[in-house]
């Protein structure tokens, strides 16, 4: 009877349509469950009180009076938010928090003994304490404030406690360094290939002090050597050592105007091994063969003793190319001569046989005493950028090349193209308007990499380019080789960046131990903690940059030029052309009724009709401080003479 009684409600349970899946949060008291299946399912105002974006949960989909489906919560499974971060806000002797937590509107009761001397307005990180599952009324306490919003460098402090980055190293880390010094590379380098002789140059910011990278070239009958050489942090640090660990947890160096937090300490990265001009270091040097037509023919890895002869500026050696500088070496003036020329001859390979990413406008910030954002400048791409950029891309195509016929699990970075649920609409749209369009061609990295350069070479089907590099999915880790679309190559790794890049640092560590013999493979489950920990430092600068940015374009006047950059069913986001800053514009702002084509990202009423990468005019229309969102609305000379006359 007991197991009939257990097959019954087995059985009822599997009539009830219940599934698991993800809490999905909204500018509104409803939300969505994103279910294993793939689907989202509604989940009304008053489901949503129970729980938190992120939390798991199991549903059952029922229908509501208006005979929709929606989520009715069955079962609380477990929630990823512990801590987090907000400000405290009072009303008369209640004290709250407003959580800074994508998709929730909602705010936590903080007890009086779990206060911590807050005040209001000041921005704090919080525990929970009671999750709203039971009672609906979710509760916190205060671990630490942050400061108030008026602080000076606020914006930064904030997105670093938000996001759990590590700025104080550990005391232990401290006796490890002190082992340390010029003389423990003089000892390693007796070991080591002397290439001391080879004219290196390295090519950086003028401010740089951890260089990662140096470059040396010769003709040859066959084309060109091309020697590059990579910092080799491995070497000098002891595997399992406090040093690694930290910066294993710390994933990736952090660089912002007048910050830097760095993933190695800077006697490592800016001194013992760094490639300064004149210093003897330890790196990996990858001796390439370039054919005359930019093919990468042969390459060797050598671990070796070298010395920068000189480090250049990406203006200083720009300037050179266009003026000579007398101050330069016959020697090295001619080998700067040929770098130049393998550079371009690479970059012609590249964009005939793969895939090269059209040159895009960057921006930087100016900040003032303050830390608040005086300037938004252009950077300029120059040709010593790209020097740098086509040395180190073929250097990490043979890496990737050598630990793919090791056959041992390590760390590539792979693309897989168009994301998987624009792939179907993208593919109906090529099909109806590409000629000779093979249907799901953009699916392999061969057709994909055909479709590419046909639509990017024509101006009149400059729109089809831009559908597809706008739903273009991103990059991830993975441990075997797998394509890279967006490059429009079969494999790709990163090992250029050891100094800066976790990953680049354990690929170092691994092929030293390749080149003995030694398959030390890398775990898969590291794979996912340097993700996570590398997305929390973009996670921390794209924060500071929003808030710092949102905090700029309060104060312009006027209206501003800027190009469509996304294509929404409510409107569309807008990027500044002059300094970059992006926000949103609200159909539901603009007279008349829209239509939305989403295979076409295309917006339409009766006379007007929006697209990616149109020109439109716009100004201000409101900065949302909570969540550090811009919104513009569309330039109207007639509604904007009718409220300066009102005004006046």
């Not at 295309?602 to 990468?613: A, M, N, Q, W, Y």
Request: proline fraction near 4%; hydrophobic fraction near 35%; aromatic fraction near 8%.
């Amino acid at each position: 009877m007991l197991n009939q009684l257990k097959q019954l409600k087995q059985d009822i349970k599997e009539s009830r349509n219940l599934m698991e899946g993800t809490v999905k949060g909204s500018p509104n008291k409803f939300g969505f469950v994103s279910l294993d299946s793939g689907k989202d399912v509604y989940l009304p105002a008053e489901e949503m009180e129970k729980v938190l974006p992120g939390d798991r949960i199991e549903v059952e989909i029922v229908k509501d009076n208006k005979n929709k489906k929606v989520a009715k919560i069955e079962r609380f499974i477990s929630s990823p938010t512990k801590y987090f971060c907000g400000k405290y806000i009072t009303k008369g002797k209640t004290h709250f928090i407003e959580p800074d937590i994508a998709g929730m509107n909602r705010w936590f009761f903080v007890p009086p003994q779990k206060r911590k001397n807050a005040k209001n307005k000041d921005l704090v990180k919080c525990r929970i304490t009671q999750h709203p599952f039971k009672t609906g009324n979710p509760q916190a306490a205060i671990l630490e404030v942050i400061g108030q919003e008026q602080d000076t460098g606020i914006e930064f402090n904030y997105a670093c406690t938000k996001h759990d980055i590590r700025k104080v190293w550990p005391d232990e880390i401290e006796s490890e360094l002190a082992q340390l010094t010029e003389s423990t590379i003089e000892e390693l380098a007796g070991a080591y290939t002397d290439l001391t002789e080879l004219s290196f140059i390295t090519i950086d910011s003028h401010s740089t002090v951890d260089i990662d990278d140096a470059i040396h070239v010769i003709k040859t009958d066959n084309g060109w050597k091309l020697n590059v050489a990579i910092a080799d942090p491995s070497a000098v640090i002891q595997k399992g050592s406090e040093i690694e660990k930290e910066a294993l947890k710390r994933a990736s160096s952090l660089y912002f105007p007048g910050q830097h937090i760095s993933m190695l300490p800077d006697k490592i990265a800016g001194d013992l091994c760094s490639l300064k001009e004149g210093a003897l270091r330890l790196a990996k040097v990858v001796q390439i063969d370039v054919s005359p037509t930019g093919e990468l023919l042969d390459y060797s890895i050598v671990e070796a003793a070298i010395k920068s002869k000189k480090k250049f500026s990406y203006s200083e050696l720009s300037h050179h190319y266009e003026t000579p500088s007398a101050n330069i070496s016959p020697e090295l003036s001619d080998m700067l001569t040929e770098l130049k020329l393998l550079t371009d001859t690479l970059l012609n390979s590249r964009k005939t046989k793969a895939l090269v990413q059209a040159d895009r406008k960057d921006y930087f910030l100016e900040l003032d005493e303050q830390q608040k954002i005086s300037d938004i400048k252009i950077r300029m791409t120059t040709p010593a950028h790209k020097i740098v950029e086509e040395a180190m891309v073929a250097t990490n195509r043979c890496i990737a090349d050598f630990l793919v016929k090791q056959a041992v699990p390590s760390i590539f970075v792979t693309h897989q193209g168009l994301r998987s649920d624009r792939l179907d609409a993208v593919n109906k749209v090529l099909t109806e308007s590409l000629p000779g369009y093979q249907a799901n061609a953009i699916s392999e990295l061969e057709g994909f990499v055909q479709t590419v350069q046909t639509v990017s070479a024509s101006d009149e089907l400059n729109p089809l380019q831009l559908l597809i590099s706008r739903q273009l999915d991103k990059s991830v880790l993975a441990s075997e080789a797998k394509p890279h679309f967006g490059m429009g190559l079969k494999q790709y790794t990163t090992f250029t960046s050891p100094l800066r890049k976790a990953q680049d640092y354990l690929i170092h560590r691994q092929i030293s131990a390749l080149l003995q013999g030694k398959k030390e493979p890398i775990d898969h489950s590291r794979l996912t903690k340097l993700a996570e920990a590398t997305q929390a430092i973009r996670n921390t600068v794209n924060d500071t940059e929003q808030w710092l940015k949102c905090q700029f374009i309060a104060k312009q006047q006027g209206t501003f030029d800027a190009t469509v950059l996304r294509v929404f069913s409510t409107g569309f986001q807008v990027k500044l052309i002059d300094n970059g800053i992006e926000g949103f514009v609200s159909t539901k702002e603009m007279e008349g009724k829209y239509s939305f084509n989403q295979e076409r990202l295309l917006i339409t009423s009766k006379g007007r009709s929006f697209e990616l990468d149109q020109i439109v005019k716009v100004h201000l229309k409101n900065v949302d401080w909570s969540r550090k969102q811009v919104q513009f609305a569309l330039f109207q000379e007639k509604a904007l003479e009718k409220s300066e006359e009102t005004a006046s």
